[in-house]
């Protein structure tokens, strides 16, 4: 008699049984749509770690902004005062220190203002 591969089988079956606990339905206790569903989480798994770093900066853009024209700037004048003043703080913890430390974020604005060019004054244009 020709050996089959049963133990592998059912390993591999209690494998995947195990990886779509929480599924629903049929996707959870046939073996086909198991398979299929899982794969596809995969690729949404594999394609949504990078959207999340993608959806964080625009949430952190969209707080200095915010915070910006609270102190009134525009959020490219303030990106351009901290670069120009050498600030190395990133969009992450600049819109942290905005919400959690307000006095802090003042005084960081308050070091890059200085560096902001003529160019940013409010009410200029650029056109001649």
């Keep these: 008699m020709r050996a ?62 915010a915070a910006a024209e609270m102190r009134g700037l525009r959020y490219s004048q303030l990106i351009y005062g901290l670069k120009a003043a050498q600030i190395g703080l990133d969009r992450k913890s600049l819109s942290e220190l905005a919400i959690r430390d307000p006095e802090t974020f003042d005084a960081v604005v308050s070091l890059a203002r200085p560096h902001i060019d003529a160019k940013f004054a409010v009410g200029a244009t650029g056109a001649a």
């Design 4 to 65: 089959r591969k049963g133990a592998a089988r059912n390993q591999a079956k209690k494998r995947l049984f195990k990886a779509v606990k929480g599924f629903v339905g049929g996707r959870r206790r046939l073996l086909r749509s198991a398979k299929e569903t899982l794969l596809r989480a995969g690729m949404f798994a594999y394609r949504d770690r990078r959207t999340r770093k993608r959806d964080f900066r625009r949430l952190w853009i969209t707080r200095l902004s």
